[in-house]
């Protein structure tokens, strides 16, 4: 099975600045399909991001951006200008492109936004 | 508005009851999925199931069951068997094979004993 690694349990911002959020996974496979979600406190799971391995430009929406290295098998979740509602656990998750049918996900990060 | 509906949002188990988790979805979804989450452990996968009348057992399904008769609906029973039941329950669900697709989840039902 794969592995998904969030080494940082808890992250902390100021508000406006810029964090970056660490994910590595172990696989072997070269197809597969790699997501962020968002846990606020409510607890519904939000997609943040979708990253396809085939596709060597990484993916943005809005203010999030990845930094997916393949080759070191690490994808990093970048928040800039960071407010007050991006507070929230994230979990960065794996999906095989082959078999595609689980998800394996990492611990999670908790992240704290000051103001 | 097509979803994945859970309910309880709360529910309590006392010594020695089963109880069960429901989880419905409308999005003609093939793949669904249940998940515990506890503090610090991130989504453990429970049981999965790709088709109706089919289920596999995911990483922590001792002391669980599940049953898929119907494409809509993948209830989770929490059994007697399982000593340790309190967490936060998630429902998910997936387009299957297209393996691009997302999960998409319910709001899940937090679990506590009595």
């Known amino acids: 099975a794969q592995t998904v690694t969030q080494s940082q349990p808890e992250m902390s911002v100021q508000e406006a600045e810029t964090v970056t959020l660490s994910c590595t996974y172990d696989?072997?496979?070269?197809?597969?399909?790699l997501f962020w979600y968002k846990q606020p406190p409510s607890r519904q799971m939000i997609l943040v991001i979708r990253q396809e391995a085939y596709k060597q430009q990484n993916a943005t929406e809005n203010r999030f951006s990845v930094n997916f290295q393949k080759a070191a098998k690490s994808f990093s979740l970048k928040i800039s200008d960071s407010q007050l509602g991006d507070a929230a656990m994230y979990f960065c998750?794996?999906?095989?492109?082959?078999?595609?049918?689980?998800?394996?996900f990492g611990t999670g990060t908790s992240l704290t936004v000051i103001p | 508005d097509g979803g994945i509906t859970q309910s309880p949002k709360y529910l309590f188990r006392k010594e020695g009851q089963n109880v069960t988790l429901s989880c419905e979805q409308n999005?003609?979804?093939?793949?669904m999925y249940w998940y515990r989450q506890d503090p610090g452990q991130g989504l453990r996968l429970i049981y999965y199931s790709q088709i109706v009348n089919d289920f596999q057992k995911g990483d922590i399904a001792e002391g669980y069951s599940v049953s898929r008769e119907k494409k809509e609906s993948f209830p989770l029973t929490v059994t007697s068997a399982q000593k340790n039941p309190t967490a936060f329950y998630l429902c998910?669900?997936?387009?299957?094979?297209?393996?691009?697709?997302?999960?998409?989840f319910g709001s899940g039902t937090q679990l506590s004993v009595l």
């Open positions: 999005l003609n979804h093939d793949a």
């Open positions: 696989t072997s496979e070269s197809d597969y399909y």
């Open positions: 998910a669900s997936t387009i299957f094979p297209r393996v691009e697709e997302k999960l998409f």
């Open positions: 998750a794996y999906r095989s492109g082959g078999t595609g049918n689980q998800f394996y």
